[in-house]
């Protein structure tokens, strides 16, 4: 038999009666210490009870209980770090391989040839593109210098492409070589955009800038449309969707090439009819 203590605990209210023979203030004085008061229970409630338990056996059990209640929360805690981690790690490996995987360009790409001349130097950029007009690669080619400055400035290129082919955004390379001060620099012929230069390197990425990332802060001209009437340009973008023409012109159009500003150099002529009669 298993030996437990049970404390109950209650609130009692009752009622004191005292028959006093003299009322004075001595003698209210020392009304609760006397006993010949008649005593009536007006209200007994349960408060609280406790049990314990006497047997050595019985709080054993219960302190295993508690523990095996412990070790289970722990280990669905575990569990749950231990998922939050796999997810963790499922994410950064899905990054990493997509950070690591390289986009090659297409076998026939769009792009575009600018040359220019700088101090004296001529200076042609290529540039390749994907489908969807981004950039992919650059190629450099230079005159009137010496076979270490020409491998430099292709490997150079070619580092640039890969670059571009794993991710990096065109704005490091931009803000990393714009404004790099090294001969030959000068006044910049050819461009109608860029008419100075520190060095190749600004020149070639203030022309990639503004070509692809519509950077005029780096052009020393104003965009050749930039006057023109804002409804034309909103009447072109309203009626793109329906104009099969100009979505060809835009897949086939490099987009360096127009200065990602294709809209305002296309004019859509398939509604005009053209009078071909002679005079008499």
Known sequence: ??????????????????????????????????????????????????????????????????ESKKIDLISENLKKQ???REDKNTFLKKQNDVANKRFSMPDRRK???????????????????YEDGKIGEIFIDTSKEGELVKALMNNFAIAVSLGLQYGVPLDEFVSAYVETKFEPSGKVQGNDRILSATSILDYIFRELAISYLNREDLAHTPSIGSGNDKSKDIEIYENEDQNQFLKLVKDITSKGFVRNNYKKKLVDLSDIRINLKGKK
């Open 111 to 129: 792009g575009y040839i600018q040359k220019v001349s700088i101090g004296n130097h001529k200076v042609y950029l290529h540039t390749g593109e």
């Open 1 to 66: 038999m298993a030996k437990y203590l049970v404390e109950t605990y209650y609130n009692c209210s009752f009622k004191v009666s005292h028959y006093l023979d003299n009322v004075d203030e001595a003698e209210l004085s020392n009304l609760e210490k006397r006993e010949d008061g008649k005593f009536e229970i007006l209200d007994v409630k349960l408060d609280n009870r406790k049990t314990k338990s006497l047997d050595k056996n019985s709080k054993n059990i219960e302190d295993k209980k508690q």
């Open 82 to 84: 231990s998922a939050l």
